[in-house]
């Protein structure tokens, strides 16, 4: 694909926080793609270069970043490149460094973007597809919606940071969908009538102050049970703790106290007991390795544990996990690690190994719906991408409808083949 030229540009994200977006243009196609930024942030990620000019959007402008993708795109203008491989190797050279801290992973991942979604489209195919093309069907993945927000996302008293719902039934994504959604809105029926609040966080869950993370529980199973469908049959409960934000070094503030790492994973597999939960995330912190490798041997075979700060979407992060056996599943954040073939190799590392995939969005999205072709098309089990409210939510998943209604009958649902090896 020859590049014609590259036009970069600050917008907001769904926090009202800057960020980059760009349109690529080759000789016969073009695309626009913006980066996503996250709240709760692991210490290994790759480099999300801010301006930290106080004065304007207190620091956090990214008009540096803008500038280094305009210097870049001077350079491509004419270039050819064969695919995402080369172009992204030449966009790490320019860089030269592991984390992306010179041009900024923000920048790269906005010209990584840029690029495969303009060679889909000179390609006339649409992402999904061209990631995989002439499949005989393409599987549609479980979403995992965040209906209760707690920890970085909503100054709530909650530990957990996520409490989903991950509906399995309807044999189609649609049907999925639908359950899900009809759950969201059963549960704010039933906080408001208990004298909760039902204002969301930012990714459009529910953030009422609580007495106890165990009592959000609760508060989806009623849910779940007011809209006909069965808990642990049709729908199951996933939480993303995010154990990094709790973590002293030694303990884990769990409500108002300082627990054991030994002490948290008992309280893990009490709930497991109670409760149809199939995935926890981050259920440890991100280096923290003993206890995730404790938690694996206890609980990997009933659940889905999930490496988000662990692993950064970074191969040599997730090589580790494997080598050590400290979770079965990769959260897939492609902004974590900067490149689009980067985040590819990732995932097919995972395949290799019988982890499971679940794509990602953050918590300062934009409308840019990638990652719902992302997910299909990098054959990912599960998606994330927050409640059924919210625009920028709501964007991904009704991708995910479109993509479904153009497959026609080659769409298939992955449904509780997506948490394999674990109890369903």
């Given at each position: 694909m020859k590049i014609k030229k590259v036009i970069a540009r600050q917008i907001l994200d769904s926090r009202g926080n800057p960020t980059v977006e760009v349109d690529f243009y080759s000789t016969k196609a073009w695309a626009r793609a913006a980066v996503p930024s996250g709240a709760s942030t692991g210490v290994h990620e790759a480099h999300e270069l801010r301006d930290e000019d106080k004065s304007k959007y207190g620091g956090k402008g990214v008009l540096k970043s803008v500038l280094n993708i305009t210097k870049l795109a001077d350079e491509l203008e004419g270039q050819t490149f064969a695919?995402?491989?080369?172009?992204?190797?030449?966009?790490?050279?320019?860089?030269?460094?592991?984390?992306?801290s010179n041009l900024g992973a923000n920048s790269l991942?906005?010209?990584?973007?840029?690029?495969?979604?303009?060679?889909?489209?000179?390609?006339?195919m649409p992402l999904f597809e061209?990631?995989?093309?002439?499949?005989?069907?393409?599987?549609?993945?479980?979403?995992?919606?965040?209906?209760?927000?707690?920890?970085?996302?909503?100054?709530?008293?909650?530990?957990?940071?996520?409490?989903?719902?991950?509906?399995?039934?309807?044999?189609?994504?649609?049907?999925?969908?639908?359950?899900?959604?009809?759950?969201?809105?059963?549960?704010?029926?039933?906080?408001?009538?208990?004298?909760?609040?039902?204002?969301?966080?930012?990714?459009?869950?529910?953030?009422?102050?609580?007495k106890s993370n165990i009592q959000a529980l609760e508060y989806i199973m009623k849910a779940i049970s007011m809209t006909g469908y069965k808990a642990g049959k049709d729908v199951f409960i996933a939480l993303?703790?995010?154990?990094?934000?709790?973590?002293?070094?030694?303990?884990?503030?769990?409500?108002?106290?300082?627990?054991?790492?030994?002490?948290?994973?008992?309280?893990?597999?009490?709930?497991?007991?109670?409760?149809?939960?199939?995935?926890?995330?981050?259920g440890a912190s991100e280096d923290d390795w003993s206890t995730w490798i404790s938690m694996n041997e206890i609980l990997g075979q009933k659940v889905q544990l999930i490496g988000d700060d662990l692993f950064v979407t970074n191969p040599k992060r997730l090589k580790m996990g494997i080598e050590k056996k400290a979770a079965n599943a990769l959260l897939v954040k492609i902004n974590q690690i900067g490149t689009i073939s980067e985040t590819i190799s990732t995932v097919s590392q995972c395949h290799e190994v019988n982890f499971n995939t679940i794509m990602s969005h953050r918590s300062g999205e934009t409308e840019d719906a990638t990652i719902a072709d992302l997910a299909v098309g990098l054959f990912c089990s599960q998606i994330k991408t927050g409640s059924p409210c919210r625009g920028e939510r709501t964007a991904k998943y009704n991708q995910l409808l479109r993509i479904e209604q153009l497959l026609g009958p080659k769409a298939d649902f992955w449904g509780t083949k997506a948490f394999n090896s674990i109890r369903i």
């Open positions: 695919n995402i491989y080369d172009f992204d190797q030449w966009l790490k050279a320019k860089d030269g460094t592991e984390n992306k991942l906005a010209l990584s973007l840029g690029f495969i979604k303009t060679q889909a489209a000179e390609n006339e061209f990631l995989r093309p002439n499949q005989k069907s393409y599987k549609l993945p479980v979403p995992l919606m965040n209906i209760i927000n707690g920890g970085a996302h909503a100054n709530n008293g909650v530990d957990v940071q996520e409490f989903m719902v991950a509906p399995v039934c309807g044999g189609s994504f649609s049907e999925a969908l639908r359950a899900g959604t009809e759950i969201f809105h059963a549960l704010k029926k039933v906080l408001h009538s208990e004298g909760h609040s039902t204002a969301v966080g930012d990714e459009g869950g529910f953030a009422p102050k609580l993303d703790v995010a154990a990094t934000e709790l973590f002293d070094g030694h303990k884990y503030r769990w409500e108002g106290q300082m627990i054991s790492p030994e002490q948290l994973i008992s309280i893990y597999k009490s709930w497991i007991d109670q409760f149809p939960i199939v995935s926890i995330e981050d």
